[in-house]
């Protein structure tokens, strides 16, 4: 079994940044695909970074060049760097993992086996 917590979701302004956490116990997951999911009110669920079992990451093109995720495999940890934040990034975000060795980018959420509960990230006008 794997158990993912996230942390770091935060009050912040526009413009500002937040490094969230994601700590998995329980199996180690260096060899898995991680990926990072954001749902905001009234709104479905949406893909917004990974990294895969081969070290490449891939971003949702409403997150390049602003989110950036990293994985410190002795620590079992995946981090994701958001800079210069907006109000339409409000939203829970989770993290999750895949167990499958998959050779894709990874960017549907049905293909993730373990989900954390989200941490609340509220950027301000």
């Known amino acids: 079994q794997v158990q993912l917590v996230e942390s770091g979701g935060e009050l912040v302004q526009a413009g500002g940044s937040l490094r969230l956490s994601c700590a998995a116990s329980?199996?180690?997951?260096?060899?898995?695909?991680m990926g990072w999911f954001r749902q905001a009110p009234g709104k479905e669920r949406e893909f917004v970074a990974a990294?895969?079992?081969?070290?490449?990451?891939y971003y949702a093109d409403s997150v390049k060049g602003r989110f950036f995720m990293s994985r410190d495999t002795a620590k079992n940890t995946v981090y994701l760097q958001m800079t210069s934040l907006k109000p339409e990034d409000t939203a829970v975000y989770y993290c999750?993992?895949?167990?499958?060795?998959?050779?894709?980018?990874?960017?549907?959420?049905?293909?993730?086996?373990?989900w954390g509960r989200g941490t609340q990230v509220t950027v301000s006008s």
């Open positions: 990294i895969s079992w081969s070290g490449s990451t």
């Open positions: 999750a993992v895949d167990s499958a060795r998959r050779t894709r980018p990874v960017v549907d959420g049905r293909d993730y086996d373990y």
């Open positions: 329980g199996r180690t997951f260096s060899s898995y695909t």
